[in-house]
């Protein structure tokens, strides 16, 4: 089945602790996105990969980093959470203009 | 820049009631535009899109017509159930350069029965 996952699904952490947050595809899809989505503010990309080792800052970058080592993955880091990363995060990988998204990862930053 | 803008929610109607939920953009060159929805706990997944002028998506019953004359995309549905009640995103795609996505900010649909 064609999908993209991620975990955890839910996160609890504390200010300052370094997490990751893993996404995977099966679709040998080149491109890929992380979004977070906050109330009233709908989606929000962060970072976007066009391909292995090529990535670049979408629109909201600040305090997080990723890696593109391998075309399935696509891990979102953060190294230093603070409250306001709480929300609501989305792997993405894209083919021919349709995206297909995760399930998400529910993030609470203490 | 682009942008998309989607009307308040939520929209609260009962079982068998027409829908709209309205989206207009604003873009530069042809974008290409797209309904995606959000159960629940679940993630984002695409219900139709259109990818030039006058053309009509339409899935599960909902449809939406590319009106380049108004820059809208607003998406209709004859007669909801309550397995409809979800959140709706408008969203467009450039044509240009990396294609970026860019969202509305959602709007939750509830349907009664």
């Known amino acids: 089945e064609a999908q993209v996952t991620q975990n955890p699904r839910y996160l609890i952490t504390v200010t300052g602790k370094k997490l990751t947050v893993t996404c995977s595809q099966n679709m040998n899809h080149e491109y890929m996105s992380w979004y977070r989505q906050d109330p009233g503010l709908g989606l929000r990309q962060i970072y976007y990969?066009?391909?292995?080792?090529?990535?670049d800052k979408g629109d909201v970058p600040e305090g997080y980093k990723v890696s593109r080592k391998e075309k399935r993955n696509f891990p979102l880091i953060l190294e230093s959470p603070s409250p306001n990363q709480t929300s609501l995060y989305f792997c993405a990988s894209r083919q021919q203009g349709t995206q297909y998204f995760g399930p998400g990862t529910r993030l609470l930053v203490l | 820049g682009d942008s998309v803008t989607q009307m308040e929610g939520p929209v609260t109607l009962s079982e068998e009631a027409f829908l709209t939920i309205n989206c207009t953009y604003t873009a530069t060159g042809y974008p290409s535009l797209f309904w995606y929805v959000q159960y629940p706990g679940e993630g984002l997944q695409l219900l139709l899109k259109a990818t030039k002028a006058d053309d009509k998506g339409s899935n599960k019953g909902f449809e939406a017509t590319y009106r380049k004359e108004t820059t809208s995309f607003h998406l209709e549905k004859g007669s909801v159930q309550v397995s409809d009640s979800a959140v709706y995103f408008c969203a467009l795609s450039t044509n240009t350069g990396f294609q970026k996505l860019v969202f509305g900010t959602g709007t939750r649909l509830l349907v009664s029965p």
């Open positions: 990969s066009m391909n292995v080792e090529v990535t």
